[in-house]
Nanobody, 117 residues
Framework: QVQLVESGGGLVQAGGSLRLSCAAS????????MGWYRQAPGKQRELVAT???????NYADSVKGRFTISRDNTKTTVYLQMNSLKAEDTAVYYC???????????WGQGTLVTVSS
């Protein structure tokens, strides 16, 4: 089992920055990739960014060039640096761990990011 705890959400003005953190614990050796998803009211949860075991990142087109996903040296914490924030970025952001085949993916409880104009 893997547990994920997000932090770093809050209220920020458009054009500002926030950094989200996701701390993983438990069976971290069974994690294939980690990422960030977000869900705005009335919308489906969508991919924001992912990072693999080899530290290869990928991003949704809507955040490319503005957001950066990274991991610490122990690979137990994943970060999402969010710059040039827009009102459209307002959502609950969820940390995700993609597990080995046969194991259920893990999700954090979410952290709210609100971007005001």
């Amino acid at each position: 089992q893997v547990q994920l705890v997000e932090s770093g959400g809050g209220l920020v003005q458009a054009g500002g920055s926030l950094r989200l953190s996701c701390a993983a614990s438990g069976s971290i050796y069974r994690i294939n990739a980690m990422g960030w998803y977000r869900q705005a009211p009335g919308k489906q949860r969508e991919l924001v960014a992912t990072i693999t075991r080899g530290d290869s990142p990928n991003y949704a087109d809507s955040v490319k060039g503005r957001f950066t996903i990274s991991r610490d040296n122990t690979k137990t914490t994943v970060y999402l640096q969010m710059n040039s924030l827009k009102a459209e970025d307002t959502a609950v952001y969820y940390c995700n761990a993609e597990m080995d085949v046969g194991f259920r993916d893990a999700w954090g409880q979410g952290t709210l990011v609100t971007v005001s104009s």
